[in-house]
């Protein structure tokens, strides 16, 4: 019988169209669930610290396929160590870091694939390019050497409605053809439906695959 982590993933890959890729957030997971998932054909794994996964990517060398995705924000003096550990990186969210990212990854030889991540709504809680600044840089940022941009992110903040949800997820796909771009790296658990349904190619998926979190001692306690 196949465990409830592989009943999640089936389900999941039977509601998903076909062209959408999934990408498993596997942040503060075990590399074993890791394993179970590849086992299944998953590959794809987003993380969000480097030291988690370096270390699971450590236990996890014997899968040769393995496809990285960083999907934390990304601090400019951890580019490097980043680089050398993910290929696909969704939170590349300014123009200087997109420099840096570009000119460390031609130092290494490394060529990153990209998602601009766009801030449509304020939202003290994220970051991002503001849409217009973006559209200004795109000329300059997207012939930067040794970058391969795929499309925009977007992390819409939290609680908002769903006619709400989905006119800043079709405000982000008209941002990404305008650029030219056809990935869009839209939807987590809670609002993944509405995301496919407004034209994201990639699902971000965490909760909703692997359950309750693997550590609920390490989640802060609520005020009440
Ligand atoms: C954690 C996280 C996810 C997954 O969130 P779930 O609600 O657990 O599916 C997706 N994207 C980013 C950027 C995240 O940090």
């Known amino acids: 019988m196949a465990s409830p982590l592989v009943e999640r993933l089936r389900l999941l890959r039977q509601q998903l169209p076909p062209a959408v890729q999934l990408l498993a957030v596997s942040k503060g997971q075990p590399a074993a669930q890791?394993?179970?998932?590849?086992?299944?054909?998953?590959?794809?794994?987003?993380?969000?610290?480097?030291?988690?996964?370096?270390?699971?990517?450590?236990?996890?060398?014997?899968?040769?396929?393995?496809?990285?995705?960083?999907?934390?924000?990304?601090?400019?003096?951890?580019?490097?160590?980043?680089?050398?550990?993910?290929?696909?990186?969704?939170?590349?969210?300014?123009?200087?870091?997109?420099?840096?990212?570009?000119?460390?990854?031609?130092?290494?030889?490394?060529?990153?694939?990209?998602?601009?991540q766009v801030k449509l709504l304020p939202d003290p809680t994220k970051t991002g390019f503001d849409p217009q600044e973006l559209r200004r840089l795109w000329p300059q940022l997207r012939t930067l050497p040794a970058l391969n941009w795929l499309g925009v992110m977007v992390m819409p903040p939290f609680g908002l409605e769903a006619q709400l949800l989905t006119a800043l997820f079709e405000q982000a796909c008209q941002l990404g053809t305008e650029l030219g771009l056809p990935g869009r790296s839209m939807g987590m658990s809670g609002d993944w439906p509405l995301a496919v349904a407004s034209g994201s190619t990639l699902v971000r998926i965490g909760g909703g695959l692997f359950g309750q979190a693997q550590n609920p001692d390490k989640i802060p306690a609520t005020c009440d």
């Open 34 to 116: 890791i394993r179970e998932l590849y086992g299944e054909g998953q590959r794809s794994f987003g993380e969000n610290r480097l030291q988690e996964a370096q270390a699971k990517q450590a236990e996890l060398q014997d899968l040769p396929d393995l496809d990285w995705h960083f999907i934390g924000r990304i601090q400019a003096n951890k580019v490097r160590p980043l680089l050398a550990c993910f290929s696909t990186f969704h939170g590349v969210d300014g123009a200087a870091l997109a420099e840096r990212i570009s000119r460390i990854a031609l130092e290494g030889g490394h060529g990153p694939r990209l998602y601009a």
